[in-house]
């Protein structure tokens, strides 16, 4: 992991394409904003978490709906 200390208004680029920028520090919370052509999805990291429980969540149900249906 690469870790950066940045001050309000600089940018971090990742690749061409994905631009980072703190918009506002303020205590410890901070703003950013980022800037990614629309094909590349841009997902806060607890929604993500959220998501991938969900989906196992779905898939465990399905499994053991299909046990119940060949038994």
């Known amino acids: 992991m690469l ?3 940045r001050k309000a208004g600089e940018t ?3 690749g061409e394409d994905v631009e980072i920028v703190i ?3 303020k205590g410890e ?3 950013v904003g980022i800037r990614a052509p ?3 999805d841009v ?3 607890e929604l993500r978490q959220d998501i991938s429980e969900s989906n196992t969540e779905a898939v465990i149900k399905n ?3 299909f046990k119940n249906k060949k038994d």
Do not use: A, F, M
């Open 3 to 5: 870790v950066l200390s």
């Open 23 to 25: 918009s506002e520090v």
């Open 63 to 65: 499994i053991d709906i």
């Open 12 to 14: 971090i680029w990742i």
């Open 38 to 40: 629309r094909n590349i």
């Open 43 to 45: 997902i806060r990291g």
């Open 29 to 31: 919370q901070v703003k």
